[in-house]
């Protein structure tokens, strides 16, 4: 640019010069803007967050497209993978189990160990927290009085799961015969199941015993354990 007489100082530019908005994202060079040119105060001065929701949104870079992306917690975590969600129960009474009947178990149950949420326990019938597939594992002790030289002969412990909230069927079953040779003689049943829970509000648990009783005596269910872990996502 030409001028007509003495051509003016150079003076510095400074941001009162530069009208708001005129600088736009093109107009930065990718790769120019440096961890000093940011404050410190930008992300860590913000309200630290206690507790993320599932469908909240973590923000990661994925290397292989060089990229910055969006990810919900739920996919993270299931990304992840690592324990999630299971529990502990542990019995804290017996139950009498009358003869030649299948008796809903209602022993009652303490909770022992949670990670993440507890299963939901009513009148016998167990709830699941979320969607998912689970490993489920239970051990009762089948114990007879007087038990001297009575002979009980089967007692069967069933694992039931129901689909509609409704129909039960064996998904296992354990048996064992019991000869009394002392008073208390007891004999360990155990069963094990993976379940695909895919709606928690039809799909539920629960355990019978079957007795079959060829003498006068009584036949209790204790010391019950109930193991219940998420291998992963439905």
């Known amino acids: 640019m030409g001028y007509i007489g003495k051509i003016p100082s150079a003076v510095p530019l400074t941001s009162a010069d530069i009208t708001d908005n005129v600088i736009t994202s093109a107009k930065i060079v990718d790769g120019t803007i440096t961890n000093t040119d940011i404050a410190s105060s930008i992300i860590t001065g913000q309200t630290a967050e206690t507790s993320i929701a599932g469908g909240d949104q973590i923000l990661i870079y994925d290397d292989s497209a060089t990229a910055l992306r969006k990810m919900t917690r739920t996919n993270f975590v299931s990304g992840l993978g690592g324990l999630t969600q299971a529990t502990l129960n542990k019995?804290?009474?017996?139950?009498?189990?009358?003869?030649?009947?299948?008796?809903?178990?209602?022993?009652?149950?303490?909770?022992?160990?949670?990670?993440?949420?507890?299963?939901?326990?009513?009148?016998?019938?167990?709830s699941f927290p979320e969607t998912g597939i689970y490993l489920i594992t239970s051990?009762?002790?089948?114990?007879?009085?007087?038990?001297?030289?009575?002979?009980?002969?089967?007692?069967?412990?069933?694992?039931?799961?129901?689909?509609?909230?409704?129909?039960?069927?064996?998904?296992?079953?354990?048996?064992?015969?019991?000869?009394?040779?002392?008073?208390?003689?007891?004999?360990?049943?155990?069963?094990?199941h993976i379940f695909d829970v895919e709606n928690i509000s039809t799909h539920k648990l629960r355990f019978r015993s079957y007795k079959e009783d060829t003498s006068s005596n009584a036949t209790e269910l204790n010391g019950g354990i109930l193991t219940i872990i998420k291998l992963a996502n439905t």
């Open 91 to 126: 019995s804290t009474n017996s139950q009498a189990i009358p003869d030649t009947t299948a008796t809903l178990i209602t022993l009652t149950y303490g909770n022992d160990l949670t990670i993440g949420s507890n299963m939901t326990y009513s009148s016998g019938i167990w």
């Open 139 to 192: 051990y009762v002790a089948a114990t007879i009085y007087p038990g001297i030289s009575q002979n009980v002969g089967l007692i069967d412990y069933r694992l039931e799961t129901t689909t509609d909230n409704s129909t039960y069927a064996v998904t296992a079953y354990t048996g064992e015969h019991i000869n009394g040779i002392r008073d208390g003689t007891a004999v360990g049943l155990s069963t094990s």
